[in-house]
């Protein structure tokens, strides 16, 4: 496997390696633009390819006692709750009334403490082993300050947007730690209106040339996306497009099996032609009671579920009305009347799914596959790796990489 990595050298100065990522114009050409810089690195040697996790963390949920082996994709819930994140500040200073779930949130290990929804894909195929988080919220860096040590995750393969509210893209700035210290910049997929928002929001990040010269801040490459499947390290993410209140568009994401849709209020008629047979679907569940204008509330969220009829489902996106216990609870039941297997997700929960991949859903490469690929997409056909082959649906590759499937 370790001959697998075929990448250019790795710089480690960090004002060389940002001369690595192009700061012109042409570096947000939209979508998927060939870079003016290579975008994939090579790791430094001092650095274990595979981290030896560090878990410490002793989950009493089956899960737990079935974690990834080394070489097994993984998901990672990286935060579950709201906004303003669980205990709610407001509920830990009323004096005149004691919130039950925002007290339990306190206590260390309590399952109600959730920060801003976001997952991360640790995903291996025979090329390597990937990191691929959805969304960089308000309280990033305190979720990751919380998981990536502890589940030995170090390096950051790419950042998927669903949307451009600040529980999903105010971390970006806490990125600058990776690229200053990890590796030379994290490529970035986005729709044109949440990028047209980042400019705004993260103007100093989206055009690094009006810093003042010296600064660090963190450097990102955007891609835009559309509401196409795309590819990122083989690894096939198809856009599940989806109402978050009225008039305004959000994304979740299908890798495999695996449906994830963290911020919704409906579901267009055509994208459940892209939720079938989905074996583990990550759906947002606000409250207990009743939906809110921009999120299904509990009852909405089973209701789709028994629309979707997905092998498995894990809530996500909970604010401080849904005790993680309790609801739990209460969700066991339907398992036995209706055969539904639901339940809330909570953060660092971490999930080796049953099969990653469905007919070509998730790529993988044999080694000597990707060798000829690299030499075909590099030479031949003058392409930089075999993403831009698939996003650019070349029927020459396309017909050459199918052929190397491992599924
Ligand atoms: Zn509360
Ligand atoms: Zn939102």
């Not at 976001?118 to 990191?131: D, K």
């Not at 953060?347 to 596959?369: A, E, H, I, M, T």
């Not at 030499?375 to 003058?382: I, K, V």
Request: aromatic share 10%; glycine share 6%; charged share 20%.
């Amino acid at each position: 496997m370790a001959a697998a990595l075929r990448m250019p050298p790795f710089v480690p100065a960090a004002a060389a390696a940002r001369s690595l990522v192009a700061r012109s114009a042409a570096r947000w050409r939209a979508p998927f633009g060939r870079p003016a810089a290579p975008r994939r690195f090579q790791l430094p040697s001092s650095r274990p390819r595979v981290p030896p996790p560090r878990p410490f963390y002793n989950f009493a949920s089956r899960d737990a006692k079935i974690q990834a082996p080394e070489d097994q994709s993984e998901i990672i819930f990286i935060g579950t709750g709201t906004s303003e994140g669980i205990p709610r500040v407001s509920c830990l200073t009323n004096q005149s009334k004691t919130c039950k779930v925002c007290s339990k949130a306190i206590e260390p290990g309590n399952k109600n403490r959730r920060l801003n929804t976001s997952i991360l894909i640790r995903y291996v195929n025979s090329v390597g082993r990937f990191n691929i988080l959805v969304d960089a919220g308000k309280f990033f860096y305190h979720s990751a300050l919380r998981w990536f040590p502890a589940y030995g995750l170090r390096h950051i393969d790419a950042v998927i947007i669903t949307h451009s509210h600040a529980d999903a893209i105010g971390g970006l700035d806490d990125l600058r730690d990776w690229t200053n210290n990890v590796q030379p910049f994290i490529p970035i997929y986005v729709a044109q209106r949440d990028f047209e928002v980042m400019k705004k929001t993260h103007y100093y990040i989206v055009d690094t040339s009006v810093i003042v010269p010296g600064a660090a801040v963190s450097e990102l490459q955007f891609n835009v996306i559309n509401e196409e499947p795309f590819v990122i390290h083989d690894l096939k993410v198809t856009p599940l497009p989806v109402w978050h209140g009225h008039g305004y568009r959000s994304l979740g994401f299908r890798f495999g099996d695996i449906c994830y849709i963290s911020d919704v209020s409906d579901i267009p008629e055509e994208t459940y032609m892209l939720l079938k047979d989905c074996d583990l679907l990550i759906l947002d569940a606000l409250r207990p009671d009743r939906s809110s204008s921009t999120h299904f509330g509990l009852p909405r969220a089973l209701e789709e579920v028994r629309k979707i009829q997905p092998r498995r489902t894990l809530f996500t996106g909970m604010m401080h009305l849904m005790d993680h216990d309790e609801i739990n609870e209460e969700l066991a039941k339907l398992l036995e009347s209706e055969g539904l297997d639901v339940q809330l997700s909570y953060d660092g929960l971490r999930v080796p799914p049953k099969r990653f991949s469905s007919n070509g859903g998730l790529l993988s490469v044999s080694s000597r596959c990707h060798a000829t690929l690299q030499r075909l997409f590099q030479t031949s056909l003058g392409c930089v790796s075999s993403q831009h082959i698939m996003v650019e649906k070349d029927l020459k590759c396309g017909f050459w990489y199918s052929n190397c499937l491992d599924y």
